[in-house]
């Protein structure tokens, strides 16, 4: 289950300098430098003859091709076996991983309850991802879990331990003053934490407090630099606000075209008010005005899927590849 935009990483390769130096290790690291070489026919090879034979680390790498679709076809329910293995046996990316499955229903039954409880598992080893995912179902009230201050806890374990989507969360319990005293300046200082890291959604709300002045002071030059950054991640709302700012010369020079242009893209990944947007500003443009545009517009899709093997930011909630 390919999970665009949340905080996914794949930092293997740590977890490969630590192994030892056994056969079974090492068919394991030769692996990851294979996969990193975009060799994953060979990863595959050399990761599922120690999975077969019941090592853990090779049975999570083996979900992870699966749930990716990375040398093989994408396969839900392929993936959710290798991490049922490598769960059963304690580790905990893959507990998490095996809990997201279940969160979505993705080649496993639908069940909150199997989620929370493999989540749990992996918080419960001080693995951040899950802390985060298991935080959201307390703020989501499922699985009949509905405790904010233990999401807060939560929360704040995973933000204290460097996790990005949990650095956000937390700005957003403080934002919102979910089960604490609303406050904007911490909410600032943990979407600013996000935001550095290239959480899109921090970025996004960070550029909104300093166009707005909440938690930080008033910076309409800031407020344009992480708009512009969570724009260039595909997010539709950041790039229908920052047409908003080219167009009235917020933070930046006005300039009509650019305005345009990310309205287009916006509009395009189904924001209507950005489509409302452009029909009216298009109407005060000359044709050649619209043609340049539409032709920046082009080349930022190309770019970015060049770059990222997809069209768009999408979220499909809340995971992480771990460790």
């Known amino acids: ?32 430098e294979a996969f990193d070489a975009g060799d994953y026919a060979t990863a595959r090879t050399l990761w599922e003859q120690p999975a077969n034979e019941g090592n853990g ?40 991983n095996l809990g997201l499955l279940h969160h979505h229903g993705a080649g496993v039954e639908l069940s909150h309850e199997q989620a929370a409880a493999w989540y749990g598992r992996a918080a419960d080893q001080g693995f951040a991802p899950a802390r ?20 807060l806890r939560l929360l704040k374990d995973a933000a204290a331990a460097g996790h990005a989507r949990g650095e956000f969360l937390l700005g957003a319990v403080y934002e919102q003053g979910m089960g604490v005293t609303a406050d904007p300046d911490r909410a600032a200082h943990w979407y600013e934490r996000a935001a550095e890291q290239g959480d899109v959604m921090a970025q ?36 229908g606000a920052l047409a908003r700012m080219y167009q009235h010369g917020r933070g930046v020079d006005r300039d009509e075209i650019v305005a345009c242009m990310w309205l287009s893209l916006s509009a395009s990944l189904g924001n209507d008010q950005a489509r409302v947007a452009r029909e009216t ?27 990222t093997g997809r069209l768009s930011y999408t979220t499909a909630g809340v995971s992480a590849v771990g460790e």
């Open 1 to 32: 289950m390919r999970t665009h935009g949340s905080d996914r990483s794949f930092p293997v390769l740590a977890l490969a300098l630590l192994l030892g130096t056994t056969a079974c290790t090492s068919f394991i690291r030769d692996g990851q």
């Open 57 to 96: 680390k090779a049975q999570f790498l083996m979900g992870v091709l699966y749930d990716e679709g990375r040398g093989v076809p994408e396969d839900d329910a392929a993936a959710a076996e290798w991490y049922a293995l490598a769960a059963e046996q304690g580790h905990a990316a893959a507990q998490n």
């Open 132 to 151: 985060t995912n298991l935080a959201l179902m307390h703020l989501a009230g499922q699985a009949e879990l509905g405790d904010q201050r233990r999401a």
């Open 204 to 239: 996004y709300r960070l550029a909104r407090m300093f166009a707005e002045g909440a938690g930080v002071e008033r910076d309409d030059e800031q407020a344009l630099a992480w708009m512009r950054a969570a724009a260039d991640q595909g997010l539709p709302r950041a790039q």
């Open 281 to 307: 500003l298009a109407r005060s443009l000359s044709p050649q005005q619209l043609a340049e545009a539409e032709e920046r517009a082009a080349a930022w899709r190309a770019s970015y899927a060049r770059k």
